[in-house]
């Protein structure tokens, strides 16, 4: 039998199914913007006074570990990668404990429930560099990496920098397709609905992002300005702040922001807020 008669058939319905085959892993751009809530576990055993409270002032002291996707017409964005490494998990979901970490649920898991790869991402982001964001960032570096100048500086530095330890988790980032910024605002897809803002302080270069979503309203996550809903309209910060004063300062800018745009401020660790959010594949439009 001719091989040729075998290979055309086979090749052909190959191409017919293509469409249809790409469809299922990448799904089709969103006529406006979408914010999804990925779960990357708890932080327990935290000491309140490391945040200036006493106990019986919070509602709990365990805080959340998230990650968002932001997916625009233009492209995806994603924001911080959770504390434990995905490698570090069980296929099975059972829970695993790394330090005062614990997680269940896999980054890329959650991604592909939404129809996405680590390899369509269009641009990645970290709050800031803190172990509890970063795990999963090595995953992202075939993404344009939207970083503060500050912040990179000090992930790289030979010495005073982040700790050598979180290094690693992030490493591949330093090769990456850079866009960097000076504390400008930036406008990711240029219309004004996905805005990096600096908010210096808590580390050199600490961001968060502004999204303007047509059925949600305005929200504007906070990455770390905040810890807990009880620091909102105090003065006080952790006692591992890099520059208390520039986080005061920072507070005090995003809140102006906040005000003028009436957007809603979600504070990422904030573990009774996350409760009540729609997780991925569930979305904010």
Not at 53 to 60: G, I, P, Q, R, S
Request: proline share 6%.
């Amino acid at each position: 039998m001719c091989l040729r008669k075998i290979v055309a058939p086979a090749l052909l319905a190959f191409l017919a199914l293509a469409p249809f085959l790409l469809s299922q892993t990448r799904p089709k751009p969103p006529k406006s913007v979408r914010l999804y809530v990925f779960d990357n576990g708890v932080i327990k055993g935290l000491d309140p006074a490391t945040f200036h409270f006493k106990k019986e002032e919070l509602a709990t002291t365990d805080m959340v570990v998230c990650s968002y996707l932001i997916v625009h017409p233009k492209g995806t964005l994603m924001w911080d990668t959770g504390a434990i490494p995905d490698a570090d998990l069980k296929a099975d979901g059972s829970p695993v404990t790394e330090e005062r970490f614990t997680a269940t649920k896999t980054l890329k898991s959650q991604l592909a429930s939404v129809g996405y790869t680590p390899k369509d991402i269009t641009y990645f982001g970290l709050s800031h560099y803190h172990v509890d964001h970063i795990a999963n960032a090595n995953a992202f570096a075939g993404s344009t990496w939207l970083v503060q100048q500050p912040e990179r500086d000090a992930m790289f530095a030979e010495k005073g920098g982040a700790p050598v330890v979180q290094r690693a988790k992030y490493i591949a980032l330093k090769d990456s397709k850079t866009k960097i910024l000076n504390g400008q605002d930036y406008d990711v897809f240029g219309d004004g609905t996905v805005v990096i803002k600096a908010a210096y302080g808590h580390t050199p270069g600490h961001q968060v992002v502004y999204l303007k979503l047509v059925k949600t309203g305005p929200i504007l996550l906070a990455g770390d300005l905040y810890h807990y809903q009880q620091e909102r309209n105090t003065d006080k910060t952790p006692t591992f702040e890099f520059d208390r004063d520039q986080s005061l300062a920072s507070r005090a800018a995003i809140e102006a922001s906040i005000k003028k745009t009436g957007a809603q401020l979600w504070i990422e660790h904030d573990l009774a807020h996350f409760n009540q959010l729609k997780k991925a594949p569930g979305y904010y439009e």
